[in-house]
T-cell receptor, first 114, second 112 residues
Framework: NAGVMQNPRHLVRRRGQEARLRCSPM?????VYWYRQLPEEGLKFMVY????????ESGMPKERFSAEFPKEGPSILRIQQVVRGDSAAYFC????????????FGPGTRLTVT | GENVEQHPSTLSVQEGDSAVIKCTYS??????FPWYKQELGKRPQLIID?????GEKKDQRIAVTLNKTAKHFSLHITETQPEDSAVYFC???????????FGTGTRLQVTL
């Protein structure tokens, strides 16, 4: 039973480039959450999506960040024109419609902006 | 919005001793309180959770207690082992399919 998958695991981008982070939820899960973790800090909520819908994006920066969860394929977190402050670990979590409370995390994507 | 505070930020115990980590939350609508363990460079792992209709829950060496009146909840680890060394995060949410608000984490070190 595959868990939450994320790729790439490590991503290096120069300032001004775009970063695309992908997340495939656990089998049978249709709810995806993205969190950001800065070094030595806790996790901060960014966005919650269901298939083809953004449910809660209250934690997303207003500019440069976007997220989608298409009908087919993984959820994607996109960061345009990256800056050094975007360097962090980005985790996605998923939950099932049958047990919405429990969120299971993927291994994360560690983004480094040089 | 919800605010979760967690103490202590670091905790060192000897193997076999107990460890207690405490969290407080601000939103009285919160009704789900999970605890995650994160080892260095790894994903957060759900280790135990409690819902607001329950005051205590146990799973082997791990227990969680919840005081809704005081808006605080605690993680108790008994008979600690070196493999319990990690960062532990508490979190709160207000209902099904809603975002988790995390505490700032407790780095637990279990020494031999």
């Amino acid at each position: 039973n595959a868990g939450v998958m994320q790729n790439p695991r490590h991503l290096v981008r120069r300032r001004g480039q775009e970063a695309r982070l992908r997340c495939s939820p656990m089998k049978g899960h249709s709810h995806v959450y993205w969190y950001r973790q800065l070094p030595e800090e806790g996790l901060k909520f960014m966005v919650y999506l269901q298939k083809e819908n953004i449910i809660d994006e209250s934690g997303m920066p207003k500019e440069r960040f976007s997220a989608e969860f298409p009908k087919e394929g993984p959820s994607i977190l996109r960061i345009q024109q990256v800056v050094r402050g975007d360097s962090a670990a980005y985790f996605c979590a998923s939950s099932s419609s049958g047990s919405l409370l429990e969120q299971y995390f993927g291994p994360g994507t560690r983004l480094t902006v040089t | 919005g919800e605010n979760v505070e967690q103490h202590p930020s670091t905790l060192s115990v000897q193997e076999g001793d107990s460890a207690v980590i405490k969290c407080t939350y601000s939103d009285s609508a919160s009704n789900y309180f999970p605890w995650y363990k994160q080892e260095l460079g790894k994903r957060p792992q759900l280790i135990i959770d409690i819902r607001s209709n329950v005051g205590e829950k146990k799973d082997q060496r791990i227990a969680v207690t919840l005081n809704k009146t005081a808006k605080h909840f605690s993680l108790h680890i008994t008979e600690t082992q070196p493999e319990d060394s990690a960062v532990y995060f508490c979190a709160a949410s207000t209902g099904t399919a809603s975002k988790l608000t995390f505490g700032t984490g407790t780095r637990l070190q279990v020494t031999l």
